[in-house]
């Protein structure tokens, strides 16, 4: 029997112009194209690194 992989539900709601090349990284990384562009991603520690790391621009729920 396979364990079910949590998910997440990642927005991005404010803007990624003006933000530091890092911070760009993470929201390429986690594949955020516009405001209001949502996806659905593994629950894992890398993933969760890039979401504090920038989570003043993201909402976040359970999928």
Known sequence: ???KQKQLKVTLV???YGRVKGHLDCVRGLG???IRHSVVLEDT???R????KISYLLKVEEA
């Open 1 to 3: 029997m396979t364990k």
């Open 14 to 16: 404010k803007s990624k």
């Open 32 to 34: 955020l194209r516009r």
């Open 45 to 47: 520690s890398s993933i």
């Open 49 to 52: 690194g890039m979401i504090n």
